[in-house]
């Protein structure tokens, strides 16, 4: 359409893409944001409830103050400026699901506004930069269910009531892709703080996106389209792209971007027309006369900054600066805070940061993809793994010993060295009882020696190999190594 700026690579009609993301998060806690009934997730539909989250008259609210503290972490952890006084608004609109009739949010006096969230990009650089434009306190509505029964929806009350943030961006996105590496980053410093456990599945984690298109260059906004309700990095992603080519197809075509909000259809893999801005409701929005505003002490919140941890960003460029990691492992060891915390843990009893990380990166990390552990559930402590390392480094045991080993100390409980000592597992080294293999295994292979001294090169490894197997891995591989071509030189 209109003609890149000048210098750009862009060719002539080439669009932009803008998202923002209004991001709904389930704070953990067990109570419910203005009652006593528990937030469980999977219990009997309907056992969670009582006269305030089901809106029975004369029923009042009382805030749960640890959804609060939870809410002010966040808003602190993507920098934003903390209102000492809030106020929580009710948002009218009928819905099978919400018995109130309305929802309690907040609307015109949010919790938090203008915070800063720099996406880490690939090794180690700064990717998009996206403002926060607030977060806010809410409560989420119950869930109808469409499959349960047939021709009939049922509605279960008992997430009614469970207290949620939303965290709502600036359009600052201009991908899919930089899009789902920001909601992973904002998922896992979520995680970090401990503010929501971010299951997606439970719907913890929800998002509504934002779309819409304009001309390279062009620095209006074009009409958007909100896609809502996804639960899933992957659909976000493709439910954007798919948005994003509908809206650039109809606009080259000389047509318009209507207001309107669409369903995402993971199965179809296409979005869907929910509702259209002509029938969207107006929530008639007002300070709910039930709830006080919501004052915060300064003391209460700078306390809570003070208990922040170390975010996962930070934590990345430490890992590459204290450690010397490369980016790729820092990324990795940072995933979860429970993986860096072992890995820190397992550094301080080796010398070696890169062999730590391997350890973890490797033996660790298969292990718990093989046994679907979470990191905190990794059996073996810290100081045990760097007991292993140093064995492997101090040539005890060779490198696949050692990773046998560790399995043996995650089955029997026993410690490395007991172990070690016990199955007699130490590297041999002894020049007498390594010949004694080397020449067991040269006398048993006549052809092969003498294909190797006409040249066949490649059969060391083939020696190597059974040599270790007839020393059940103790042999030292450097020692078998000098051995080996001293003999064959012969
Ligand atoms: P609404 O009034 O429809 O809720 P808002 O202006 O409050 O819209 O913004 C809601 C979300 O939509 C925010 O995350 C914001 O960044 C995003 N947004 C606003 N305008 C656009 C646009 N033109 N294109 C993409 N995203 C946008
Ligand atoms: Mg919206």
Known sequence: MSAPRGGSSEPAGAWEAVIGLEIHVQLRTDRKLFCADSTRFGDAPNANVCPVCLGLPGALPVLNREAVELAVRAALAF???IHETSIFARKNYFYPDLPKGYQISQLERPLATGGQFTVDGRDG??????RIRRIHMEEDAGKSLHDRFPRATAVDLNRTGTPLIELVSEPDLRSPEDTRAYLQQVKQVLEYLDVSDCNMEE????????????????????TKTEVKNMNSFSGVERAIRCELVRQQELLSRGGRVEHMTLLWDEVRGEVRPMRTKEESHDYRYFPDPDLP????????VERIRSELPELPANRRARFREEYGLPAYDSEVLTSSRALADYFEEVVGGVDDAKQASNWVMGPVMATLKERAWAPEEYPVPPPTLARVIQLVQGGTVSTSVGRDLLKK??????????IVEGEGLAQVRDEGQLEGWVDEILAAHPDEVSRFKGGEAKLQGYFMGLIMKASRGKADPGEVVRLLAAKLRR
């Open 409 to 418: 100390v995650i089955e029997t409980g026993r410690s490395p060295d007991e």
């Open 79 to 81: 920098g934003c400026e």
């Open 125 to 130: 650089k700064a990717g998009a930069a996206v």
């Open 293 to 300: 505003p919501l004052v915060l002490l300064p003391a209460m």
């Open 203 to 222: 719907g913890s984690l929800r998002v509504d996106a934002n779309v819409s298109v304009r001309p390279v260059g062009s620095e209006e906004l074009g």
